[in-house]
């Protein structure tokens, strides 16, 4: 009986060759790291010591090092898995809140959750921001938060001076430690509170006149970390 790999070798062709797929358990591994990963970034920066994020993920350095053997390459996963989580939670917030602002207002909550302030020196020096992955993930990331806020404008639940850069500058200055402060602890516990209270200014009717233009996507294109 003639196979598929007999009919390609006669033809002159090679067989292609299976590629393995990852086991489940290293599939698991890998995603316990980034999420060890994640919270250590959050907690002492990501200069983090690797043998720490391997404590914390509970595996072996060498099964770090296999996943992730250059740094840049675990800042560039957790970047890829914020961004991802970010873009779920907007969509789930968009489906399940009937009120507009109310899934704004969910989304902005949970998004100071991820704590993007306190992760956003991980951007700097040689981190490359316009990886295909990244640049595809951000896009996705982009039109849900989007979406979000046009929903509410177009409701009448959000004020029309308000763009999704307006929404981005405040959830990051807010999420990031203030100098001379650890990165969680009690900080933890005003995040909320002053958001919130940014969150009321940000409804219809206004109640004042903002002074410039209602800030872009675009106008924050050149510092992905509002500074």
């Given at each position: 009986?003639?196979?598929?790999?007999?009919?390609?070798?006669?033809?002159?062709?090679?067989?292609?060759?299976?590629?393995?797929?990852?086991?489940?358990?290293?599939?698991?591994n890998r995603e316990?790291?980034?999420?060890?990963?994640?919270?250590?970034?959050?907690?002492?920066?990501?200069?983090?010591?690797?043998?720490?994020?391997?404590?914390?993920?509970?595996?072996?350095?060498?099964?770090?090092?296999?996943?992730?053997?250059?740094?840049?390459?675990?800042?560039h996963e957790v970047?890829?898995?914020?961004?991802?989580?970010?873009?779920?939670?907007?969509?789930?917030?968009?489906?399940?809140?009937?009120?507009?602002?109310?899934?704004?207002?969910?989304?902005?909550?949970?998004?100071?959750?991820?704590?993007?302030?306190?992760?956003?020196?991980?951007?700097?020096?040689?981190?490359?921001?316009?990886?295909?992955?990244?640049?595809?993930?951000?896009?996705?990331?982009?039109?849900?938060?989007?979406?979000?806020?046009?929903?509410?404008?177009?409701?009448?639940?959000?004020?029309?001076?308000?763009?999704?850069?307006?929404?981005?500058?405040?959830?990051?200055?807010?999420?990031?430690?203030?100098?001379?402060?650890?990165?969680?602890?009690?900080?933890?516990?005003?995040?909320?509170?002053?958001?919130?209270?940014?969150?009321?200014?940000?409804?219809?009717?206004?109640?004042?006149?903002?002074?410039?233009?209602?800030?872009?996507?675009?106008?924050?294109?050149?510092?992905?970390?509002?500074?």
């Amino acid at each position: 009986m003639t196979t598929s790999a007999d009919a390609a070798e006669t033809a002159g062709t090679a067989p292609a060759r299976r590629v393995p797929r990852p086991r489940a358990d290293a599939l698991r591994n890998r995603e316990r790291i980034v999420t060890a990963a994640r919270e250590m970034f959050v907690e002492f920066g990501h200069q983090v010591p690797y043998d720490e994020v391997a404590r914390r993920a509970g595996v072996g350095n060498a099964t770090l090092y296999r996943n992730f053997p250059e740094r840049a390459e675990l800042v560039h996963e957790v970047v890829l898995s914020i961004m991802a989580r970010l873009t779920e939670l907007a969509e789930r917030s968009t489906q399940e809140e009937a009120d507009p602002f109310a899934a704004l207002r969910r989304f902005t909550h949970g998004a100071a959750d991820e704590r993007i302030g306190a992760l956003c020196p991980m951007l700097d020096g040689a981190f490359d921001r316009e990886h295909p992955d990244l640049i595809a993930e951000r896009q996705r990331l982009e039109e849900a938060v989007q979406r979000l806020v046009d929903h509410a404008q177009r409701a009448g639940r959000l004020r029309a001076d308000i763009g999704v850069g307006d929404l981005t500058v405040a959830i990051s200055q807010l999420t990031r430690p203030l100098p001379g402060t650890a990165c969680g602890g009690n900080f933890d516990q005003f995040v909320h509170r002053h958001l919130q209270l940014f969150l009321d200014g940000l409804e219809a009717p206004a109640r004042s006149e903002l002074p410039g233009k209602a800030a872009t996507l675009e106008d924050l294109r050149r510092d992905s970390c509002p500074s």
